[in-house]
């Protein structure tokens, strides 16, 4: 089993997708980050340099989720997973999971998500 850090339920309200009513209005999205890093050095030094800052990781993913409009949610969390790996050098695997639960489809349901995972290749 990997070492993960991981952050479940950040909820961020945007003006993605590609409805225009989406674009005006804006809806919550919910973000779930998991990182997988190795966490045995902060074990045995209890020193947050040892590991990865996860309010610093959230603020990372909400930038990143913010900078721009994003029409599809892959985009947006391609994007989020993208800014984590290049701003946290020790995560070795992370997945981004972005909810839409407001998504503009005539159902019942839940939300809808999509999930990007990205690898750091030495």
Do not use: C
């Amino acid at each position: 089993m990997s070492d993960r850090i991981t952050v479940r339920g950040l909820a961020l309200r945007g003006t993605h997708g590609v409805m225009p009513e989406e674009q005006v209005l804006g809806q919550p999205f919910i973000l779930h980050l998991t990182a997988e890093l190795p966490l045995a050095e902060a074990q045995r030094s209890d020193r947050l340099e040892d590991t990865l800052n996860y309010a610093e990781m959230v603020e990372v993913a909400r930038e990143a989720f913010s900078s721009r409009h994003f029409d599809l949610i892959e985009a947006a969390a391609g994007a989020v997973a993208d800014a984590i790996m290049a701003r946290f050098t020790r995560v070795e695997r992370l997945e981004v999971t972005i909810e839409k639960p407001h998504a503009p489809i005539d159902a019942i349901f839940e939300s809808v998500a999509v999930t990007i995972g990205r690898t750091r290749h030495d």
